[in-house]
């Protein structure tokens, strides 16, 4: 069963968009924060950006502010992440997850999605 589902990934120049979305189900609709993470090549996974269910509250990282915007739509069950300005560090891996709280480490997220490559050429 896939409880949380990406999508929106591709390949993009340099100062371009793209808008990624993550479609919750199941279990995953019990957590109340819906995070934004990413993984480069040989790089850690971060926290880019989360928003809560409830109350619409957000967090981003820095390396987000003023770039990205995470958004949600309850009746969809679906969280957005708008990106612009895209360079070659923003290159990885995103994947959705579902956890208790906005502000949480990775581990603190039970559900994961599968992820979408974003790859941004120079």
């Known amino acids: 069963q896939v409880l949380l589902a990406e999508s929106g990934g591709g390949l993009v120049q340099a100062g371009g968009s793209l808008r990624l979305s993550c479609t919750a189900s199941g279990r995953a609709l019990s957590s109340d924060a819906l995070g934004w993470f990413r993984q480069g090549p040989g790089k850690e996974r971060e926290s880019v950006a989360a928003?809560?269910?409830?109350?619409?509250?957000?967090y981003y990282a820095e390396s987000a502010k003023g770039r990205f915007t995470i958004s949600r739509d309850n009746a969809k069950r679906t969280v957005y992440l708008q990106m612009s300005s895209l360079n070659a560090d923003d290159t990885a891996v995103y994947l959705c997850a579902a956890g208790p709280r906005i502000l949480g480490p990775p581990s603190s997220y039970h559900y994961w999605g599968q992820g979408t490559q974003v790859t941004v050429s120079s």
């Open positions: 928003i809560t269910w409830s109350g619409g509250v957000t």
